[in-house]
């Protein structure tokens, strides 16, 4: 059945949901009980063991991800639109990380820094965040020119999701580094002849 047949002309409605499942397998020849870790070549910023116990995670219950997107403009008289862009998406993978002291390894022997993968893959993730986006149009003729003034509203309801914390273990665990950026406000006018 078509949504687009039940709309006034000039308007649209389009939406998207997305599933998906992302499972790494970075099992390398490292005599490394830990694994290094590296940034899976997937996600980007997520990191994955090279190695050691957390290295296949065909092994753990990685849960699926959604993400659901919806967008949609509606002409009213006078020349006026108003869109609208609704974003929901799932939070990115967290992994707590250890760095071990020199003193802890017998006569201080260590070549090189470890860090350690404290909790497994799949089972903690920053929370789900959404965001709005508005635009508010019109449009208007002189002549044979026509113009638009427009107002666009990014993150309308200044959500403040947060998107990376300190995940070393130390004093500054949890802190927050980076957040969804604030409600943008863009002005536009445009001509055409």
């Known amino acids: 059945m ?3 047949g039940r709309l006034p002309r000039g308007s649209t409605v389009i939406g998207s ?3 998906e499942k992302n499972l790494s397998v970075f099992c390398a020849n490292d005599d490394n009980p830990n694994g290094p870790l590296v940034n899976d070549l997937y996600l980007g910023s997520s990191i994955v063991s090279q190695g050691g116990a957390f290295c296949d995670w065909r092994n753990f219950e990685v849960p699926f991800t959604h993400e659901f997107k919806a967008a949609g403009s509606y002409p009213f008289p006078y020349g006026v639109e108003v869109g609208a862009v609704l974003q929901s998406y799932a939070g990115s993978p967290r992994v707590i990380t250890w760095q071990p002291a020199q003193n802890l390894f017998p006569n201080n022997v260590r070549n090189k820094q470890e860090t350690v993968a404290l909790n497994t893959p799949g089972s903690l993730f920053y929370p789900r965040y959404n965001q709005l986006d ?3 149009k019109k449009n ?3 002549g044979r020119k026509t113009y638009s003034g427009q107002v666009d509203l990014f ?3 200044n959500g ?3 998107f990376t914390r300190n995940n070393a273990i130390g004093a500054s665990l949890g802190q927050v580094q980076s957040i969804l950026q604030g409600r943008i406000v863009r002005l536009a006018f445009q001509m055409r002849f």
């Open 160 to 162: 403040n999701a947060v």
């Open 2 to 4: 078509s949504i687009q």
């Open 140 to 142: 208007f003729r002189t």
């Open 155 to 157: 993150n309308a309801l």
């Open 134 to 136: 508005l635009n508010f």
């Open 17 to 19: 949901w997305t599933m």
